[in-house]
């Protein structure tokens, strides 16, 4: 049922039930890979001297935004005002909008949750027009009546995906101004966002698509630099690509989120040798309902995780028995052998399937169930609350 | 924001703000549409002399649930038990679930809710294997201790989308008979569903397909009679079929649901001639965040419509202005112009998105907002729960 949604909870060891006590449909985090990935990013972010910002876009938690924090991360980025208020709402001070924002109540909004955060930290937002920064400005004057740097601006551009952001050069120079214009914001960075790199899946691919937007974020910091604007931060970068950014010398501020949960798309990039491996900390559990002589129907179809890049791929029950998941709709999966096997999984098995793409699988949750000790033996250690599930405007 | 998610509300007449308010994006039902849906289908239903059981895990809400029950429908249909929860409690009593269940646990809270509808209405479930049978069977015996009749029962079969069901014929009769043999379940039915027909474009393809699952129904309903069980009630069909089923002579219960709404995808089907005609009904406002030399981008993406069948189509801004929407990510949606328009949207334009698939968009959002008087000069009305928003146990 969808009200009330329970915040998140840990369980004392006396509540702690085994895995085989979580119902299905249910979206699982496994604990243990979880903050082997949260310690692989901090360490690597640490190692490269860059800093972290991860994306909550992903996690939607706060209390999975803290945990971040805690190991290092300067903050978190999300792409909705929404979201933003209810990490803060969680208790994280450091929030970065990742997106343009255009309607005056939403800019209000954000202009509260910047006072809200005052002295702790800051509230971020992208700009990539001259009408936007007017209407943030515009904002900024009448809930900070005159205090200067109240929320801090960053200039979107365009470094390859073509979707949001300025031309590189002049034109980010041009509406660097505009924001320099305005006291009550405060200038700090460029957003260098390649959207379209991050699954590019052979190294060489994204090798060449991040040097091109590396050119672009020089070129632009070069032409700011002789305008006189500057030295601004450079963020960006995804779990596809962060290694290349890291390691460009341009970028010093990486956004990856989905590296905490890993999903079966990033699964299949062919992985820069240097970039830390994670592992996939993110499955659906189903169970089996229905067997036919042509396939097992589990009931996990599209409603319970997203399919816009791919299919799930089925955890294999053990070893040689590979299942292979095809769409059956809103609620329902089919589940044919593959490989080798030829035995169908047997009504009311329950199986673990790997998210195609974890950010909308986990906005179809309320709730993530945390195990610890694996997915075979674990027990239920804490219900994480999905905050900003839905948090759409 | 998650939690809490506010029920649903009717604004008195002073509360009334324009659709200019509704923040973006959001999902909005046209009320006037959805009216005129509505009747059409329960005036279909009873002059067709069938039964209408909506089906609920298209909108997921307890007050549409009860709109169509008292506009003539018998009660309504969902695929999970936790929808059946959610629709129990909010005053509907009569679900039917066109759905396998095998968790223990899941038809204990079946049980459950069939005790708490008694004397006012009625709980369904389908099965399709002799242990889905004996696990109902067992759970109606612990909880009814010795009721006879407590939970309705139904057979489903393979009609055609070769998902869940038993085989027409002498499968279906055996598995009746495992009913039978438990008291403590009331055959009632054959659940009949050909979800594979529902998006064939031409009619001649939907008529071929569902003539084909007529046969296999009157096959087994035949099996069914020489083995001297029945009549049973025949219960099918959805929107893109339902006049033929309804024509046939065959079934008797009709469980479309997505004619409420409509989406972009049922509305590229070739409408059967007699077949009432359903307006979009469901749709998302959306607001252009960013401009550039090639096109528009507004905020919404696949976290606020489904695209599992096919992106949303956009309503025209005037005659001529015609836009095409192309994926964006989880977060944006891109705009060109199309056909003989060379215009792009402006910064800050309002739009309007029908989505491809209604059931899984609505699955999306915690409300609905109901607008009366139409998208251009109406007035929100109601805001409506989608009380089973995530219920996927």
Redesign the interface.
């Given at each position: 049922?969808?009200?009330?949604?329970?915040?998140s909870v840990d369980l004392a060891p006396a509540q702690r039930q085994g895995v085989d006590s979580i119902?299905?449909?249910?979206l699982v985090v496994d604990l243990d890979a979880m903050d082997r990935n949260l310690q692989r990013m901090a360490d690597f972010a640490r190692k490269h001297g860059v800093r972290l910002r991860p994306h909550a876009?992903m996690h939607k938690s706060a209390e999975l935004a803290r945990l971040q924090m805690q190991a290092g991360a300067v903050g978190v980025c999300v792409?909705?005002v929404?979201e933003a208020?209810?990490l803060v709402?969680g208790g994280v001070m450091d929030v970065l909008v990742t997106?343009?924002?255009?309607?005056l109540?939403?800019l209000r909004r954000l202009a509260a949750l910047a006072r809200q955060v005052q002295a702790k930290g800051r509230i971020g937002l992208c700009v990539?027009?001259a009408?936007?920064v007017r209407r943030l400005a515009a904002i900024a004057a009448e809930s900070f009546s005159g205090t200067p740097d109240s929320l801090d601006v960053y200039i979107e551009i365009?470094v390859g995906q073509?979707?949001?952001?300025v031309q590189p050069g002049p034109a980010a120079v041009a509406l660097a101004r505009e924001v320099l214009a305005c006291s009550g914001l405060r200038l700090v960075g460029l957003q260098a966002y390649q959207?379209g790199a991050q699954h590019l899946r052979s190294v060489q691919a994204r090798r060449e698509a991040i040097a091109v937007a590396a050119d672009a974020v020089r070129f632009t910091l070069t032409s700011l630099q002789q305008a006189g604007i500057g030295p601004l931060r450079v963020t960006g970068a995804g779990t596809g690509s962060f290694l290349l950014e890291a390691a460009s010398g341009v970028w010093n501020e990486l956004q990856a989120g989905s590296y905490l949960f890993m999903d079966a798309d990033y699964a299949e990039n062919e992985r820069e040798p240097a970039q830390p491996a994670f592992e996939h900390a993110l499955f659906v559990k189903t169970?089996?309902?229905?067997?036919?002589a042509?396939h097992a129907?589990c009931d996990?179809g599209?409603?319970?995780h997203?399919?816009?890049s791919g299919l799930p791929s089925v955890l294999p029950l053990e070893p040689g028995r590979d299942l292979v998941y095809a769409?059956?709709?809103?609620?329902?999966g089919?589940l044919r052998p593959a490989g080798s096997n030829r035995q169908l999984p047997a009504?009311?098995q329950m199986l673990w399937l790997i998210p195609g793409h974890c950010?909308?699988t986990v906005?179809?949750?309320?709730h993530l169930i945390g195990v610890r000790g694996g997915l075979r033996q674990g027990h239920v250690e804490r219900i994480i609350?999905?905050?900003?599930?839905?948090?759409?405007?």
């Amino acid at each position: 049922m969808n009200a009330p949604v329970e915040p998140s909870v840990d369980l004392a060891p006396a509540q702690r039930q085994g895995v085989d006590s979580i119902d299905t449909p249910a979206l699982v985090v496994d604990l243990d890979a979880m903050d082997r990935n949260l310690q692989r990013m901090a360490d690597f972010a640490r190692k490269h001297g860059v800093r972290l910002r991860p994306h909550a876009k992903m996690h939607k938690s706060a209390e999975l935004a803290r945990l971040q924090m805690q190991a290092g991360a300067v903050g978190v980025c999300v792409q909705k005002v929404a979201e933003a208020e209810a990490l803060v709402a969680g208790g994280v001070m450091d929030v970065l909008v990742t997106n343009e924002v255009i309607a005056l109540p939403k800019l209000r909004r954000l202009a509260a949750l910047a006072r809200q955060v005052q002295a702790k930290g800051r509230i971020g937002l992208c700009v990539d027009s001259a009408e936007g920064v007017r209407r943030l400005a515009a904002i900024a004057a009448e809930s900070f009546s005159g205090t200067p740097d109240s929320l801090d601006v960053y200039i979107e551009i365009d470094v390859g995906q073509h979707r949001c952001g300025v031309q590189p050069g002049p034109a980010a120079v041009a509406l660097a101004r505009e924001v320099l214009a305005c006291s009550g914001l405060r200038l700090v960075g460029l957003q260098a966002y390649q959207g379209g790199a991050q699954h590019l899946r052979s190294v060489q691919a994204r090798r060449e698509a991040i040097a091109v937007a590396a050119d672009a974020v020089r070129f632009t910091l070069t032409s700011l630099q002789q305008a006189g604007i500057g030295p601004l931060r450079v963020t960006g970068a995804g779990t596809g690509s962060f290694l290349l950014e890291a390691a460009s010398g341009v970028w010093n501020e990486l956004q990856a989120g989905s590296y905490l949960f890993m999903d079966a798309d990033y699964a299949e990039n062919e992985r820069e040798p240097a970039q830390p491996a994670f592992e996939h900390a993110l499955f659906v559990k189903t169970q089996v309902v229905s067997v036919t002589a042509q396939h097992a129907v589990c009931d996990a179809g599209h409603k319970s995780h997203a399919i816009d890049s791919g299919l799930p791929s089925v955890l294999p029950l053990e070893p040689g028995r590979d299942l292979v998941y095809a769409n059956g709709g809103d609620e329902h999966g089919l589940l044919r052998p593959a490989g080798s096997n030829r035995q169908l999984p047997a009504l009311g098995q329950m199986l673990w399937l790997i998210p195609g793409h974890c950010d909308p699988t986990v906005n179809l949750h309320n709730h993530l169930i945390g195990v610890r000790g694996g997915l075979r033996q674990g027990h239920v250690e804490r219900i994480i609350r999905v905050d900003a599930r839905g948090a759409l405007t």
